[in-house]
């Protein structure tokens, strides 16, 4: 399983026998300005910049005690209800889709930013995506008609508006 006694202590990222640098960075989340966490989902952080908006509860499955000691059936379960998908109201910011500018640059992803694994359970359904991947493409044809490679949230603000996405809950919306 693992190629040297060197990857056993690199967890949670281990090398394949098959190692293609390439494509590895794809299987792995990559660390941003912004991690988010647990208390984001329901919490009010979200309101520090601009973002798009969602409503999904976490389905993050919490191992207990019985992971190591008992059967199948007793290893896990659900966070919430998940055929309850509606949740409380929470906002994503545009910022999850850059990674560190010290690390790459010229960069948008949309689906693996960093996040704790219950902020990720929250944030990993289709809907985000199609709405992170939208912002991210937006910013993308922003940043080649404008021949640059820093684009901000602000810049694409508008634009988003003037197309009908909705990047924030009218106000007294997320209020319960």
Same mark, same amino acid.
């Given at each position: 399983?693992?190629?040297?006694?060197? /990857?056993?202590? /690199?967890?949670?990222?281990?090398?394949?026998?098959?190692?293609?640098?390439?494509?590895?960075? !794809?299987?792995?989340?990559? *660390?941003?300005?912004?991690?988010?966490?647990? #208390?984001?989902?329901? =919490?009010?952080?979200?309101?520090?910049?601009?973002?798009?908006?969602?409503?999904?509860?976490?389905?993050?499955?919490?191992?207990? #005690?019985?992971?190591?000691?008992?059967?199948?059936?007793?290893?896990?379960?659900?966070? +919430?209800?998940?055929?309850?998908?509606? =949740?409380? %109201?929470?906002?994503? @910011?545009?910022? *999850?889709?850059? @990674?560190?500018?010290? #690390?790459?640059?010229?960069?948008?992803? @949309?689906?693996?930013?960093?996040?704790? +694994? &219950? %902020?990720?359970?929250?944030?990993? &359904?289709? @809907? +985000?995506?199609?709405?992170?991947?939208?912002?991210?493409?937006? %910013? %993308?044809?922003?940043? !080649?008609?404008?021949?640059?490679?820093?684009? /901000?949230?602000?810049?694409?603000?508008?634009?988003?508006?003037?197309?009908?996405?909705?990047?924030?809950?009218? /106000? =007294? +919306?997320?209020?319960?």
């Amino acid at each position: 399983m693992y190629n040297t006694d060197k /990857q056993k202590k /690199q967890a949670p990222f281990i090398k394949p026998l098959s190692y293609d640098p390439n494509n590895f960075v !794809i299987l792995q989340r990559y *660390i941003n300005s912004l991690i988010i966490s647990g #208390q984001y989902p329901s =919490g009010d952080k979200f309101d520090m910049c601009d973002r798009f908006e969602s409503a999904f509860t976490s389905d993050a499955i919490n191992l207990n #005690q019985n992971y190591i000691n008992g059967t199948v059936e007793d290893r896990i379960h659900i966070a +919430h209800n998940v055929s309850d998908y509606s =949740g409380p %109201a929470f906002e994503i @910011p545009y910022s *999850i889709l850059l @990674p560190k500018r010290s #690390q790459v640059t010229n960069l948008l992803v @949309p689906v693996c930013h960093a996040a704790s +694994h &219950v %902020a990720y359970a929250a944030t990993r &359904v289709e @809907p +985000h995506f199609m709405l992170s991947g939208g912002a991210s493409g937006y %910013a %993308a044809a922003y940043s !080649i008609l404008n021949g640059t490679i820093d684009v /901000q949230a602000v810049n694409i603000k508008q634009i988003l508006i003037n197309d009908g996405v909705l990047l924030h809950y009218p /106000q =007294g +919306h997320c209020n319960e």
